[in-house]
């Protein structure tokens, strides 16, 4: 199952960042932090610095929430996961000023060799800061 870790370099005080990347996509930057764990994360045009942990031939993915409503999760089981995720959280009744989330998958090249799977959701409706 998913973890979510929190992200020590964000500042709810920050201004808008325009000229992010365009709507629809995330540029995601992959760090060693040792021989069999990568941190892969992204900068939000909100402004944060959503990180998630990977450890190498893990069979759990790790994920991270923004607070302007992106997630992102990383592992095998990321699609799955953050579909769960998504709708338990809609089952709760949290999230709705959201208005849904479009999903997008793509891979990162990992620091061993390989690839690692990421998925991450991009709400209709960004929460405001």
């Not at 920050?14 to 629809?24: A, D, K, Y």
């Not at 999760?73 to 959201?98: I, M, Q, S, T, W």
């Amino acid at each position: 199952m998913a973890h979510e870790h929190q992200h020590d370099e964000h500042d709810h005080n920050h201004p808008e960042h325009p000229g992010g990347p365009p709507v629809g996509a995330l540029q995601f930057i992959v760090a060693e932090l040792s021989p069999t764990e990568a941190l892969v994360r992204y900068d939000c045009p909100c402004g944060c610095k959503p990180s998630t942990e990977y450890e190498k031939d893990s069979q759990e993915s790790e994920f991270e929430a923004c607070c302007c409503g992106n997630v992102h999760f990383v592992g095998p089981n990321a699609r799955v996961d953050l579909d769960h995720y998504l709708a338990e959280r809609l089952a709760k009744g949290e999230d709705a000023e959201l208005a849904g989330y479009d999903i997008h998958e793509e891979s990162v090249a990992a620091p061993w060799g390989g690839a690692i799977p990421v998925v991450y959701g991009l709400p209709h409706q960004s929460r405001k800061h």
